[in-house]
């Protein structure tokens, strides 16, 4: 069946440093990819999305980039902050329309001073 | 301007009762969809409401229904509860169409509930 998943369980770094969050998904109909922020006890957060006729995306301080020769999504974080700690979900859409979205298990990002 | 909002924040029932958990939708959108997560895990789909009836519906028993009212707010009601069905039970809404860069489904906070 489709499905989302997140290559890392956990990533640590730095204050300061840049950050990359990598999700693979296996279904090419995949038109729609959102990445998430979710931090304790609170709902997800819109970050950035991508659609599937493009290759990347730039925020502020955040760059998704889609590869979908080989299905990957990553998201970068430039100068990531403790602000930034929370763990990440990417999540696709299948249709057009948008419904359902398919959600991976999620990055823990961890920031240090 | 409201963003989606959940009520009640904490639950906790015991196995075999039902429950009903309550979304408004962010101002402005008029499509409502609810996700299960499971501890540790990313959010599920459970079904999506527009103009008052179900659009689409995942992996979920029976059990689950829902219901979205003329001012587009929602419920979930979830009947003869199971232990596995503690879990954060979020609401997310959307304007219903082509999903427009940066227009995207907005989560509430969430219910947190507990079966014992």
């Known amino acids: 069946g489709e499905s989302v998943g997140l290559h890392l369980p956990t990533l640590s770094v730095q204050e300061g440093d840049n950050s990359i969050i990598n999700c693979a998904y296996s279904n090419s109909a995949s038109d729609y990819f959102i990445w998430y922020k979710q931090e304790s006890g609170k709902g997800p957060q819109f970050i950035i999305d991508?659609?599937?006729?493009?290759d990347k995306r730039q925020g502020q301080r955040v760059t998704v980039l889609l590869n979908k020769t080989v299905k990957h999504l990553s998201l970068q974080i430039a100068a990531t902050q403790p602000g930034d700690s929370a763990v990440y979900f990417c999540?696709?859409?299948?249709?057009?329309?948008?419904?359902?979205?398919?959600f991976g298990t999620g990055t823990r990002l961890q920031v240090f001073p | 301007d409201a963003g989606v909002t959940q009520s009640p924040t904490h639950l906790i029932k015991t196995r075999g009762q039902q429950v009903t958990l309550r979304c408004s939708p962010k101002?402005?959108?008029?499509?409502v969809s609810w996700y299960q997560q499971a501890l540790g895990q990313g959010p599920q789909f459970i079904f999506q409401y527009y103009e008052e009836e179900e659009r689409q519906r995942g992996n979920f028993p029976d059990r689950f229904s829902g219901h979205q009212f003329p001012n587009y707010s929602s419920e979930l009601n979830v009947n003869a509860l199971l232990l596995g069905d503690s879990a954060l039970y979020l609401c997310?809404?959307?304007?219903?169409?082509?999903?427009?860069?940066?227009?995207?489904?907005?989560f509430g906070p969430g219910t947190r509930l507990t079966v014992l």
């Open positions: 101002s402005g959108h008029d499509t």
């Open positions: 991508i659609r599937s006729n493009m």
């Open positions: 999540a696709e859409n299948f249709l057009q329309v948008l419904d359902k979205l398919i």
């Open positions: 997310a809404s959307n304007c219903w169409g082509l999903a427009v860069s940066g227009d995207t489904q907005y």
